[in-house]
């Protein structure tokens, strides 16, 4: 019901920024809150932040100050801000939507993109 696209992965240094961005398309569905997840080899998915449609924004503790989440309600977008990057950054960024569906259980699921690689070289 849902697909997203990512965009603006790269390569950076030290004290760097990027801006990722994440759309959102698809029918029959209500977005509840809209993030952003980092992996890397050998660990598991964690959440770096995330937006509710009514904009309470949550963030892990290694990124408070430095990154910022926001959303485009009326396009079906979030966008990551990530400021004063360090090598410790560096991860395949996911983007994560949470959606309620258009029927009589009217479930809550998760959707993923498809990774967007984040390199900071010191």
């Known amino acids: 019901q849902v697909q997203l696209v990512e965009s603006g992965g790269g390569l950076v240094q030290a004290g760097g920024s990027l801006r990722l961005s994440c759309a959102a398309s698809?029918?029959?569905?209500?977005?509840?809150?809209m993030g952003w997840y980092r992996q890397t080899p050998g660990k598991e998915r964690d959440v770096v932040a995330s937006i509710t449609s009514r904009g309470t924004t949550n963030y892990a503790t290694s990124v408070k100050g430095r990154f910022t989440v926001s959303r485009d309600n009326a396009k079906n977008t979030v966008h990551l801000q990530m400021n004063s990057l360090t090598p410790e950054d560096t991860a395949v960024y996911y983007c994560?939507?949470?959606?309620?569906?258009?029927?009589?259980?009217?479930?809550?699921?998760?959707?993923w993109g498809q990774g967007t690689q984040v390199t900071v070289s010191s």
């Open positions: 698809g029918s029959r569905f209500i977005i509840v809150s």
């Open positions: 994560n939507v949470r959606a309620k569906t258009l029927d009589w259980l009217g479930n809550e699921y998760d959707y």
